[in-house]
């Protein structure tokens, strides 16, 4: 089997490095390759489209919840994905293969069941914790709606998204993305098409609807 490069994208350098590292020491032939968000995940995928696997933190800034997993999905479907978090409750792993993962990797896992789950995946298999398939998730149908058609956003749009959410203004948005307020308000515009909805206000509350999803404490 053949591995030529892995994405890690994780928002804590210490733990990218790390992993890197150990994993490096082990496939010293693979390319790794790192991002800190989702922005920055859309620019080493543009250019890395023959990418083997992407590792995936679920709290990733830009993220919202499994969003951001689901726009992986959706816009780069020959990539398989493996979601790592710190968050080893079963809710989230479900979640995770409801929501496209391919595995779910507990952080708190050795390197040498990292790299098992790494070859169990890119072999074709899944890789989730033992007990999930006996573990059933309560109807998601309406978030699952929701996340879908947010994941269906382009990556700008996402990023306007995810700024909007945040209570940022069009000014603020358009400083962020380096671009004029025109350009703002027509990612805006086509958000809010693509969304069926009519103003910003509808916008922020589905992006803390699907948000509820990120937090199983």
């Given amino acids: 089997m053949s591995i030529d490069k892995i994405i890690i994208a994780d928002d804590h350098p210490l733990f990218r490095s790390a992993l890197t590292q ?20 859309e620019v080493v ?3 890395n489209a023959d990418a083997d696997l992407l590792l995936m933190d679920l709290h990733m800034p830009g993220a919202n919840g499994f969003v951001g997993l689901t726009h992986v999905v ?24 409801r929501y496209g993962a391919l595995g779910f990797i507990p952080k708190s896992a050795s390197i040498s069941e990292i790299s098992e789950a790494i070859e169990k995946v890119l072999m074709g298999e899944l890789c989730f914790p033992s007990g999930l398939k006996d573990y059933h998730l309560k109807d ?13 956003l382009t990556p700008k749009q996402l990023e306007v998204f995810t700024l909007l959410s945040s ?45 509820v999803n990120e937090s199983y404490d």
Avoid: C
Wanted: hydrophobic share 50%; no cysteine.
């Fill in 74 to 97: 959706k816009h780069y479907a020959q990539l398989p994905v493996v979601m790592i978090s710190a968050n080893e409750d079963l809710r989230v792993a479900a979640s995770a293969q």
């Fill in 140 to 152: 998601e149908n309406e978030l699952e709606f929701l996340i879908n058609k947010i994941a269906g």
């Fill in 167 to 211: 209570g940022l203004l069009n000014k603020q948005i358009a400083y962020e993305q380096q671009v004029t307020e025109a350009t703002v308000k027509a990612h805006i515009t086509a958000i809010m098409r693509k969304l069926a909805v009519n103003n910003r206000t509808q916008i922020v509350l589905i992006a803390n609807k699907v948000k």
């Fill in 22 to 41: 150990a994993l490096k020491s082990l496939m010293p032939e693979v390319l790794f390759l790192e991002a800190a968000n989702i922005s920055t995940l």
């Fill in 45 to 47: 995928l543009a250019k």
